[in-house]
């Protein structure tokens, strides 16, 4: 899915995505939904070590208009890519020959759905997206939730958003095969509009923590380096397999058991340099979140910038799942005036975050888009963050 439609005004993409359901399928659509990317503030690759995260939902949405059929047919369609309509069996899904390209991730909730006992006879699905691919804003979560959602509504299923978003992990884990954490998926279906989601990813606990930060005369930037990555290539799940080695070998159920305190001490007793440095960059990236919830809570926001900075030394040196352009964007970024900045997302590409003074944001903005000209790297696309609503239906 890619980037469509970013000036509409709300409201629009409703009408626009029912207009061309019908101008496909040749019927109306009997409702429309909207599910967001996200943007981690902090707590990266600490999903699926059991630990804390910190996500907002963007106002970049995917919106699935979607009918029911009762013939065991899946038809779907994007506005976003080229290639006309994908059209699937239901019993012919399976995670051991899944669809091919995007189509993997709707096509996945419906296996998902229907693997967990749920009745679903078909859907006719035409997609709409704002939300950037490839840039660590979840882009495949907002489309398996999105679709999630539509299906949970039009089929009366009665799940509750938590547990969409398990669903959804599932499907992209075990359908499309890409080994995420449960953290996108829940940011998309269960955000608040205003606020930052700490999630306890253990047991899926939540506390919606308010993040004003125009009030406090701040702005967090999201700048997408153009870089693209792909979770389901092999240096993702080799950080994760490596997390789950040296929680194995410090005899812990997940590095989020291991305490920060003495943590130094505790990492003495692994003998590979590399699972070091894993479980150090997450000890501390979970007491990172700690540290962030603290200071939102007591409205010192600026005093965040810091810590963005320092988890982007420990993903770069300790994970090492930056690259030469997030890199640049935190330095150009910070050189320039930011109060702190820092990758997010998965990593090898994607975006990075910037938070800013407001009367600072155009002078950050062109540092950081000067310094790619001189490294001679595409120009990256800056965009301020909202923290906005999560998935809804529309229609």
């Excluded at 051991?96 to 096509?107: F, R, T, V």
């Excluded at 700048?223 to 789950?244: F, I, N, P």
């Excluded at 003495?268 to 997450?282: I, N, P, Y």
């Amino acid at each position: 899915m890619g980037l469509r439609a970013e000036s509409a005004e709300p409201g629009e993409e409703r009408v626009t995505t029912a207009d061309t359901f019908r101008e496909v399928y040749g019927t109306g659509p009997e409702g429309v939904w909207a599910a967001p990317g996200r943007v981690n503030l902090i707590g990266e690759h600490t999903d699926y070590n059991d630990g804390f995260v910190m996500p907002f939902a963007l106002p970049h949405t995917t919106v699935a208009a979607v009918s029911r059929r009762t013939d065991g047919r899946l038809r779907l369609h994007s506005a976003n890519v080229d290639g006309g309509t994908v059209e699937l069996f239901l019993d012919e899904l399976s995670a051991d020959d899944p669809a091919e390209g995007w189509a993997a991730y709707p096509a996945g909730v419906l296996w998902v759905l229907r693997e967990a006992g749920h009745v679903i006879t078909g859907a006719d699905i035409h997609f709409e997206s704002t939300v950037p691919t490839g840039a660590g804003l979840s882009s495949s979560a907002a489309l398996e939730v999105v679709t999630a959602l539509a299906m949970n509504d039009l089929y009366g299923l009665g799940l509750e958003p938590w547990r969409l978003a398990r669903l959804c992990q599932r499907a992209e884990n075990v359908y499309v095969g890409a080994p995420t954490g449960i953290m996108d998926q829940t940011a998309s279906a269960c955000c608040t509009a205003g606020h930052a989601l700490h999630l306890d990813t253990r047991d899926l606990s939540q506390r919606q923590i308010p993040f004003d930060l125009a009030a406090q005369g701040l702005r967090l930037l999201v700048v997408d380096t153009r870089v693209k990555h792909s979770h389901s290539e092999g240096e993702y799940g080799k950080r994760r397999a490596g997390c789950e080695a040296a929680a194995a070998a410090l005899e812990v159920d997940a590095l989020r058991d291991v305490p920060y305190e003495g943590l130094d001490t505790t990492l003495e007793r692994l003998d590979d340099e590399e699972l070091v440095r894993l479980a150090r960059h997450v000890v501390t990236e979970d007491h990172r979140v700690e540290q962030v919830v603290r200071l939102a809570e007591d409205g010192d926001f600026r005093a965040i910038g810091p810590v963005l900075t320092a988890g982007h030394a420990s993903l770069r040196d300790d994970f090492r799942v930056s690259c030469p352009e997030l890199d640049l964007v935190v330095s150009a970024a910070n050189d320039s005036g930011a109060l702190g900045s820092r990758m997010t997302g998965g990593g090898f590409g994607g975006s990075a975050i910037v938070l800013v003074e407001d009367a600072a944001a155009d002078k950050v903005t062109d540092a950081v888009i000067a310094a790619f000209a001189t490294a001679g790297f595409v120009p990256p696309r800056v965009f301020s963050a909202v923290p906005s609503e999560g998935a809804r239906r529309l229609a």
